[in-house]
């Protein structure tokens, strides 16, 4: 069973950067990605990023492409999401994800808060 916890979210002002990191623990065997998901006040739980496990390949969302960048750490089992630029509509609660054929497990998510 493979469990996952994210870590960094803060206050921060628009304009600026933060960085989030996600650690699974547990067997990875037959996850082939692991992803980034926010949900703002009001609004579904919407896909931000993923990177595929074994290769490293990125996809990001329209709306942070070019701001936010995912990376991975397969030793630490960890996964990154920088992100830059911030504006306030990224506020959020901000999950990760691992996924075979769907998504899931998640963990219990971390609160992004962009102040303009």
């Known amino acids: 069973q493979v469990t996952l916890r994210e870590s960094g979210g803060r206050l921060v002002q628009a304009g600026n950067s933060l960085r989030l990191s996600c650690t699974a623990s547990g067997p990875m065997e037959g996850f082939n990605s692991m992803g980034w998901f926010r949900e703002a006040p009001g609004l579904d739980r919407q896909f931000v990023g993923s990177i595929t496990w074994r290769l490293g390949f990125a996809d990001y969302s329209d709306s942070v492409k070019g701001r936010f960048a995912i990376s991975r750490d397969k030793d630490t089992k960890t996964i990154y999401l920088q992100m830059n630029s911030l504006k306030p509509e990224d506020t959020g609660i901000y999950y990760c994800?691992?996924?075979?054929?769907?998504?899931?497990?998640w963990g219990q998510g971390t609160q992004v808060t962009v102040s303009s």
């Open positions: 994800a691992v996924r075979k054929m769907d998504w899931g497990p």
